[in-house]
């Protein structure tokens, strides 16, 4: 891999002089045109820039692409299989109602993602903590965290891969 390389939802990125200094949410949404990571604040407050980096959860409006070189991202775009298949996640946001305008949603399936890697039985409170600096106006949260609990139960009663499609 080039030093200024980037893999973004499996494949890999050669980055420019410019593109080292401008955010990971500017690369994901100007560059690529992954229009699925949202933002909300650009100051680190809201969570809607949620992506995976190395497996772990970054925001990716105060991230300078020079930062990830080496990296392995995830994005939303990343989650379901190739064939279209939602990821177990997206499936049980879908399926609890936790959509309703949806800005919040790519950052919220990506902080769930990173808690169910780690810990894929967590208890309400758990998820509640795991969430909380992903904000949303619309939900009230209950359905949410029953989201992320369904995905969970799914994910190991149905033997579902916790993977995110592109690395599968
Ligand atoms: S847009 Fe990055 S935290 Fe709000
Ligand atoms: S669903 Fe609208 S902000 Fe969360």
Redesign the pocket.
């Known amino acids: 891999m080039n030093k200024n390389s980037v893999t973004i939802n499996g494949k890999e990125y050669t980055l420019s002089d410019e593109q080292l200094d401008i955010t990971l949410l500017t690369y994901l949404r100007e560059v690529l045109v992954l229009t699925g990571t949202k933002n909300g604040c650009e100051k680190g407050l809201c969570g809607s820039c949620t992506v995976i980096a190395d497996n772990k959860a970054v925001r990716s409006c105060r991230m300078a692409m020079s930062k990830m070189t080496g990296k392995s991202i995830v994005t939303i775009e990343g989650m379901e299989s190739p064939d279209g298949t939602l990821h177990p996640i997206q499936k049980a946001f879908l399926d609890s109602g936790a959509?309703?305008?949806?800005?919040?949603?790519p950052g919220m399936v990506m902080s769930a993602y990173v808690l169910l890697l780690s810990n894929p039985e967590p208890d309400r409170e758990t998820v509640r903590k795991a969430m909380r600096g992903n904000l949303?106006?619309?939900?009230g949260y209950q359905q949410i965290i029953d989201a992320v609990e369904l995905a969970a139960k799914r994910i190991k009663d149905q033997n579902l891969s916790i993977l995110a499609g592109c690395l599968s």
């Open positions: 959509v309703q305008c949806g800005f919040c949603t949303c106006r619309c939900t």
